[in-house]
């Protein structure tokens, strides 16, 4: 399983009240090192970037969202407790 962390970036550049919140939550669990990847959803940059992609295609309207790839199925969560649970 390979789980990917999309955060968001605001215009005055500094993260999301929310995507702080989820990372201090799974650092708290002891579960943050099983999260692969963090891509950025940065609000400064035309279609926000990687991030935005990744929302458009995998239809994501909030930050954070998670990407949880099972054997070349991907699924994507709006929900930290609901990823929590897959780590």
Not at 31 to 50: H, K, N, Q, S, Y
Not at 56 to 78: C, I, N, S
């Amino acid at each position: 399983m390979r789980v990917t962390m999309v955060k968001k970036r605001l215009l005055s550049g500094e993260e999301c009240p929310k995507c702080i919140e989820a990372t201090a939550f799974l650092d708290g669990k002891g579960v943050l090192g099983r999260i692969d990847e963090v891509v950025w959803f940065d609000e400064r940059t035309p279609g926000g970037g990687p991030g935005g992609a990744l929302a458009e295609a995998h239809g994501m309207t909030r930050a954070p969202f998670f990407l949880v790839d099972r054997q070349g199925r991907v699924e994507a969560f709006d929900s930290v407790m609901r990823v929590y649970k897959l780590l």
